[in-house]
């Protein structure tokens, strides 16, 4: 089973985020969390974040990149339910093994982020990528949806079919 964890402050708002979770949905594997959604006074039931997480083969925190990071329900998300004891530490075992996707969009086009200007995704990846190492579970390549607000669609269609395909044949990755 796969669980996206969807971190989007405007829901509503969103152009991007909301057709790769149209795709998504219609993965029968998938089950969706929207954290803005579900906790807009930012009190997340830990307890209910845990018990879906443990469901889950595949863990997919999904966003639009901010300031070049996450939205901060998400950080809170990851600070609240990754406990001592249950992610790491003696006797953790809830998220060993368990894959982790990285699903990100961006304003920024590729070029922006592999150009050598700015930072790229091999850098800013890092601290999800060494939370998900911390607590044993198996990184794969992020998706990351470039160029938001470009005029053409054409090319960021193509980007969310992208997602919509690592979805369904994460097992092999
Ligand atoms: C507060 C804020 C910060 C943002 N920071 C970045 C950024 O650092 N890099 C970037 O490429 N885009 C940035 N963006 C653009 C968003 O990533 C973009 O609007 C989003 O990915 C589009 O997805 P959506 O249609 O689902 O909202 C930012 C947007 C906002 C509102």
Redesign the pocket.
């Known amino acids: 089973m796969i669980l996206i964890i969807y971190a989007?402050?405007?829901p509503d708002?969103?152009?991007?985020?909301?057709?790769?979770l149209k795709l998504a949905a219609n993965n029968p594997d998938v089950a969706i969390r929207s954290l803005y959604d579900m906790y807009p006074d930012f009190n997340i039931d830990v307890e209910a974040e845990q018990r879906a997480v443990e469901q889950a083969d595949l863990l997919v925190l999904q966003h639009?990149?901010?300031?070049?990071?996450y939205p901060p329900l998400l950080k809170l998300w990851i600070d609240k339910v990754f406990t001592q004891g249950w992610a790491y530490g003696a006797g953790a075992t809830a998220l060993k093994n368990k894959k982790m996707l990285w699903a990100?969009?961006?304003?920024?086009e590729h070029g922006?982020?592999e150009g050598g200007d700015h930072p790229g995704f091999a850098v800013l990846s890092q601290p999800i990528q060494a939370t998900a190492d911390y607590c044993g579970m198996r990184w794969l390549s992020p998706v990351a949806?470039?160029g938001?607000?470009r005029a053409d669609q054409t090319a960021l269609l193509k980007q969310i079919r992208n997602y919509g395909e690592r979805l369904t044949s994460w097992r092999e990755d």
């Open positions: 989007h402050p405007y708002k969103s152009n991007v985020n909301m057709l790769m639009p990149l901010y300031w070049y990071s990100v969009t961006t304003g920024g922006h982020f949806v470039h938001a607000y």
